[in-house]
C-alpha cells in the first residue's frame, strides 16, 4: 500500500509531465500497463519506451490530477486529463481512470478507462 507521501509525489511527478521518469521511480519492474481491454504492455523498460514515444510525437502536454484520488489498501483509481498540443497544431484532450494496484511503494499494473473517441485530432 502507498503511503500518502508516495501517492503525492507520484501525481506531483506525472503533472510536472515527467511520465518516462514517474514510471522509472515508481512502478516495479515488472510493472504492466493496460489500456481499455487491450492486451497489457508488461516491463518497466517497455513502459517506459511506448511513454517516451507517445510524448515524442507531441509538441507539448498538459497533466492534471482531478481530485479526489480514491485509495483502498493497495488500489488506488485516479481521474487523469491529458491535453496534448500536437507538431501539427491540431489538440487532443483526454480524460481518464487509472485502475492501479500498487506492491507497497510501487504500482505493478496499471489499468486505462477512457473513450478512444478522445484520441481523434481537433484541428486549430
Known amino acids: 500500500m502507498p503511503t500518502n507521501a508516495t501517492l503525492e509525489s507520484?501525481?506531483?511527478?506525472?503533472?510536472?509531465?515527467?511520465?518516462?521518469?514517474?514510471?522509472?521511480?515508481?512502478?516495479t519492474e515488472g510493472a504492466s500497463m493496460q489500456e481499455n481491454n487491450?492486451?497489457?504492455?508488461?516491463?518497466?523498460?517497455?513502459?517506459?519506451?511506448?511513454?517516451?514515444?507517445?510524448?515524442?510525437?507531441?509538441?507539448?502536454?498538459?497533466?492534471?490530477?482531478?481530485r479526489p484520488v480514491f485509495v483502498?489498501?493497495?488500489?488506488?483509481v485516479i481521474r487523469w486529463i491529458f491535453e496534448f498540443v500536437q507538431k501539427d497544431g491540431s489538440r487532443r484532450r483526454i480524460e481518464e481512470l487509472a485502475y492501479q494496484r500498487w506492491d507497497g511503494e510501487r504500482i505493478a499494473r496499471e489499468q486505462f478507462f477512457y473513450d478512444p473517441k478522445q484520441f481523434v485530432p481537433v484541428q486549430p
Not at 483502498?72 to 488506488?76: K, P, Q, S
Request: net charge negative; glycine share 8%; aromatic share 6%.
Open 38 to 66: 487491450e492486451p497489457p504492455r508488461v516491463g518497466r523498460e517497455l513502459l517506459m519506451a511506448h511513454e517516451a514515444g507517445a510524448l515524442g510525437r507531441a509538441a507539448s502536454v498538459a497533466s492534471q490530477c482531478v
Open 10 to 27: 507520484f501525481i506531483a511527478r506525472v503533472e510536472s509531465n515527467a511520465h518516462v521518469e514517474a514510471i522509472a521511480e515508481f512502478y
Open 72 to 76: 483502498n489498501g493497495d488500489h488506488v
